[in-house]
């Protein structure tokens, strides 16, 4: 068998497509981006702490449930904290990043 992925466009649709820059991928390796919209509830890290794979890192409250956020990463140096502790966030709004290794 066969298996294609197809995308079907209007004339007037593919005119305007051939015109369309190809989207540059970023890379937000080194961040930790709010999961869902919601309000930043507390920091568990502050700059410059090396944190561990699981480790938690702040909370933020969604729907009235605290959601705990996590490090994906292991022997990192958190560099720069953002968003304010009571603040709105957006969902993917960055939380933290860390220092390039």
């Not at 079907?8 to 981006?33: Q, T, W």
């Not at 999961?35 to 699981?54: C, K, R, W, Y």
């Not at 990192?76 to 220092?99: C, P, Q, T, W, Y």
């Amino acid at each position: 068998g066969l298996d294609a992925d197809i995308l079907v466009m209007s004339r007037g649709e593919y005119e305007l497509a051939c015109h369309m820059n190809k989207p540059i991928p970023k890379d937000f390796g080194n961040f930790v981006l709010s999961p869902m919209p919601g309000t930043l509830i507390s920091f568990a890290v502050e700059e410059g702490d090396v944190v561990e794979i699981g480790q938690e890192l702040c909370v933020v409250e969604a729907m009235k449930m605290q959601n705990v956020i996590r490090s994906h990463k292991a022997g990192a140096k958190v560099g720069k904290l953002h968003g304010v502790i009571g603040g709105s966030l957006r969902a993917d709004e960055i939380l933290m990043e860390f220092e390039k290794e």
